[in-house]
C-alpha cells in the first residue's frame, strides 16, 4: 500500500549521488568516523595511561582541528571538485584512523597530537562535502524530503558506530581470553573501523567528475547570447 504524500519519502535515494553519498559511501565513512570520539578516549586512558584530565584535554586537538577545517572547506571544493576532494581526503581519513589503531604509550606527544588534529581536519572536510553532494542533484521539491532523510541516515549511523565498535573491543576480547579491555583490543577496533573508510573511499570513485560542480561554483558560466 502506498500514499502520494508519505511520512517519509524515499524518492531522494533513485538520485544516484544522493544514495552514493547518503547510504553507501557516506554510511562507510560515517561508521568509520563517528565511532573514533569513543574510541579515541579508550586509546588515551587504557592503552596509553593518560588520566581522564590528560585525555580529555588531547581529546581538544581533534575537535579544534575539526572546527579549523570549515573556513577551509568551500575553497577547497570550489578549486578541485567533490569528487578529487572526497577521494583523496578518504585515503587520507583511512590512513589516520589507522595510524590512531598503531599508537603506542611510548609516541611523543607532538606526534599524538599531530594524528588527532589531522583527523579532526580530516574528518571535517569529509563530512561537510558528502552532505553537500548529496543534494547536487536534488531538485528542490525533493529537498524537504531529503534533508529528512540524511537526519534520520546519520543518527542511525552513529548508533551503528559505537555498537560495531563495542562488538570488535568484545570480540577482540573475547577471542583472547581476557578479562580486561587492552590496547590490542583498542588497536582491533580502530583497524575495523580503518576499513570502513577505505571501502567508503573506495565506493566514492562511482562518484561522477562533475558531480556539485555547480554547487561547488565550478560550473561553466553559460554561453553570452548575442
Do not use: H
Given at each position: 500500500?502506498s500514499?502520494?504524500?508519505?511520512?517519509?519519502?524515499?524518492?531522494?535515494?533513485?538520485?544516484?549521488t544522493?544514495?552514493?553519498?547518503?547510504?553507501?559511501?557516506?554510511?562507510?565513512?560515517?561508521?568509520?568516523?563517528?565511532?573514533?570520539?569513543?574510541?579515541?578516549?579508550?586509546?588515551?586512558?587504557?592503552?596509553?595511561?593518560?588520566?581522564?584530565?590528560?585525555?580529555?584535554?588531547?581529546?581538544?586537538?581533534?575537535?579544534?582541528?575539526?572546527?579549523?577545517?570549515?573556513?577551509?572547506?568551500?575553497?577547497?571544493?570550489?578549486?578541485?571538485?567533490?569528487?578529487?576532494?572526497?577521494?583523496?581526503?578518504?585515503?587520507?581519513?583511512?590512513?589516520?584512523?589507522?595510524?590512531?589503531?598503531?599508537?603506542?604509550?611510548?609516541?611523543?606527544?607532538?606526534?599524538l597530537?599531530?594524528?588527532?588534529?589531522?583527523?579532526?581536519?580530516?574528518?571535517?572536510?569529509?563530512?561537510?562535502?558528502?552532505?553537500?553532494v548529496?543534494?547536487?542533484?536534488?531538485?528542490?521539491?525533493?529537498r524537504g524530503?531529503a534533508?529528512t532523510?540524511?537526519?534520520i541516515?546519520?543518527?542511525?549511523?552513529l548508533?551503528?558506530?559505537?555498537?560495531?565498535?563495542t562488538?570488535?573491543?568484545?570480540?577482540?576480547q573475547?577471542?583472547?581470553?581476557?578479562?580486561?579491555?587492552?590496547?590490542?583490543?583498542?588497536?582491533?577496533?580502530?583497524?575495523?573501523?580503518?576499513?570502513?573508510?577505505?571501502?567508503?573511499?573506495a565506493?566514492?570513485?562511482?562518484?561522477?567528475?562533475?558531480?556539485?560542480?555547480e554547487?561547488?561554483?565550478?560550473?561553466?558560466p553559460?554561453p553570452?547570447?548575442?
Open positions: 500500500m500514499t502520494p504524500e508519505p511520512l517519509i519519502s524515499l524518492d531522494p535515494f533513485r538520485v544516484p544522493f544514495a552514493l553519498s547518503t547510504i553507501a559511501a557516506g554510511s562507510y565513512m560515517r561508521l568509520a568516523v563517528d565511532a573514533m570520539p569513543f574510541l579515541l578516549p579508550l586509546l588515551l586512558q587504557v592503552g596509553l595511561g593518560y588520566d581522564p584530565l590528560q585525555a580529555g584535554s588531547l581529546m581538544l586537538a581533534y575537535f579544534i582541528g575539526n572546527m579549523a577545517m570549515k573556513s577551509v572547506t568551500t575553497p577547497t571544493l570550489r578549486r578541485f571538485g567533490f569528487r578529487a576532494v572526497l577521494v583523496v581526503n578518504g585515503v587520507i581519513s583511512a590512513l589516520l584512523v589507522a595510524a590512531c589503531a598503531v599508537l603506542l604509550p611510548w609516541i611523543p606527544l607532538w606526534a597530537l599531530l594524528v588527532l588534529a589531522l583527523s579532526g581536519l580530516s574528518r571535517s572536510m569529509e563530512f561537510t562535502a558528502l552532505s553537500s548529496a543534494f547536487a542533484d536534488i531538485e528542490r521539491e525533493r524530503p534533508s532523510l540524511i537526519s541516515v546519520q543518527q542511525m549511523t548508533v551503528l558506530a559505537v555498537a560495531i565498535a562488538l570488535a573491543l568484545k570480540l577482540s573475547w577471542l583472547r581470553a581476557g578479562d580486561a579491555m587492552t590496547l590490542f583490543d583498542l588497536q582491533v577496533a580502530i583497524g575495523v573501523m580503518a576499513v570502513f573508510a577505505a571501502l567508503s573511499t565506493l566514492l570513485l562511482r562518484l561522477p567528475g562533475d558531480a556539485g560542480d554547487i561547488a561554483g565550478r560550473a561553466a553559460a553570452a547570447q548575442r
